[in-house]
């Protein structure tokens, strides 16, 4: 064993990261989990009664999901067993199948703790349902990512799901007071940049500890600046996953921060998605669609404008096409709202299914040949040009067909004129049909 750790470059004694010396040895050591962990949450529970349901633990990184699977089985009296979805493959699964079917014939039950689980294809998931249906192991899987998109539903309906929280500002600051009790010394910063410090980990615990060991590791003489700590640590991207659920969470932020027209929100989406590397031309196709969807009618530029700010950034690229980007977003957010056409196309292409073929009401249809005129096409048709008021009152729905209103203006912003134009059409209309004409 000592040459391979020579091999390496290691001794023996070689120490571990802090985050891993520092390691939960109870689970009412482990910190932010409160919610699955406190004597009333379900978990606990289960480790108080010494009996284990399948679960995955749902979570960004670093908030505590190994430790929680290693002491769980540690308090529950079960045999802990480890695989990585992303190092193991169906060998590896035989064999830690077979070990836990020979311990549960000795009495001893297995949890079968299974990192990144979502990495598993659909196959090796199904491989995991006749083990944990007989028993044969308890099965706690971990996962970064959403767990309704990326697990079989066969899987899922085998397993609790818990959702692991990003720690707190509270949680982080008790892994730092241990960090440095540890250590025997305090970090060498200045109050604003240990504030600094914890908004860099970004709710991980891991990473917390990982920068405060390099803050211990380079022995400086006084306390640093906010300044000084960003000159020696590296501040990481925020987490973002272009083709995952953090994707479409934040698109969704955006597009509901500007139908709830608040500017302010709306551009902190936009920037966290151009900061986590996503494409502008996605998030100009979704601005698009909120100018057509949300504002509508109630303020017509908004898509033209959308539009602009996609020409635009097409035009300049980054980062001076993201300007327009957000100058759009301000305008959109700021804009008046209205789904009044949306909710009218929808409710006519409804219509359309439910009428099928009918045809245009004959006034209205062209009468290119003498046949055509002799069957009354285009016969009795007013030129809304030429009538009273620029305005026919004419039905130009099928024959079939009884009128109905789709387009219902809120009276918003420029709509607030086209409604007024629309009741005084309708009401037209009505006195018209009273007189027969």
């Not at 203006?409 to 134009?421: L, Y």
């Amino acid at each position: 064993m000592a040459d391979l750790f020579e091999a390496a470059g290691l001794t023996p004694h070689a120490p571990s990261p802090l985050a891993d010396r520092l390691r939960p040895q109870r689970l009412d050591e482990v910190v932010g989990q409160d919610h699955l962990l406190a004597e009333a949450g379900p978990i606990r529970r289960m480790a108080n009664a010494r009996r284990l349901s399948s679960m995955i633990l749902w979570g960004p990184p670093g908030t505590g999901k190994t430790t929680i699977a290693r002491l769980l089985a540690k308090e529950a009296g079960y045999e802990f067993q480890q695989l990585s979805a992303v190092f193991s493959g169906v060998a590896d699964l035989k064999k830690a199948f077979e070990a836990a079917r020979a311990r549960r014939a000795a009495g001893q039950s297995t949890l079968l703790f299974v990192d990144e689980i979502h990495r598993f294809n659909r196959a090796q998931q199904d491989g995991f349902l006749p083990f944990v249906e007989e028993g044969i192991v308890t099965l706690v899987g971990a996962t970064t990512e959403n767990p309704s998109f990326e697990l079989n539903g066969a899987l899922l309906s085998r397993c609790q799901i818990y959702v692991l929280k990003r720690l707190d500002e509270e949680a982080l600051e008790s892994l730092l007071a241990k960090a440095e009790a540890f250590e025997g010394r305090t970090l060498p910063l200045e109050p604003e940049a240990r504030g600094a410090l914890v908004a860099l980990a970004d709710g991980d615990g891991r990473y917390l500890l990982t920068l405060a060991e390099t803050l211990f590791n380079i022995g400086v003489a006084r306390p640093m600046s906010t300044k000084e700590l960003g000159q020696v640590l590296q501040k990481r991207s925020p987490a973002y996953d272009k083709d995952r659920e953090e994707h479409y969470n934040l698109i969704s932020a955006l597009h509901k921060s500007i139908r709830g027209s608040d500017p302010d929100a709306a551009l902190y989406w936009l920037a966290r998605m151009l900061e986590g590397g996503e494409e502008p031309l996605f998030i100009a196709r979704r601005l698009i669609r909120a100018a057509a969807e949300d504002i509508g009618e109630a303020d017509p530029m908004a898509l033209v404008l959308a539009n602009a700010a996609k020409d635009t950034y097409e035009f300049l690229g980054s980062p001076e096409g993201e300007i327009a980007l957000a100058q759009v977003v301000v305008h959109l957010a700021a804009a008046p709202k209205s789904n009044a056409v949306y909710k009218a196309f929808g409710a006519a292409r409804r219509a359309a299914k439910e009428t099928g073929s009918l045809m245009p009401p004959a006034h209205i249809l062209n009468a290119p040949t003498k046949l055509m005129k002799d069957l009354g096409y285009g016969r009795g048709y007013a030129y809304d040009h030429d009538a009273e008021g620029g305005f026919s009152g004419q039905n130009y729905f099928p024959d079939g067909m009884e009128r109905r209103v789709f387009y219902a203006p809120r009276g918003e912003g420029v709509e607030a004129r086209i409604k007024e134009r629309l009741d005084r059409w309708a009401s037209e209309r009505e006195r018209r049909g009273r007189r027969g004409e």
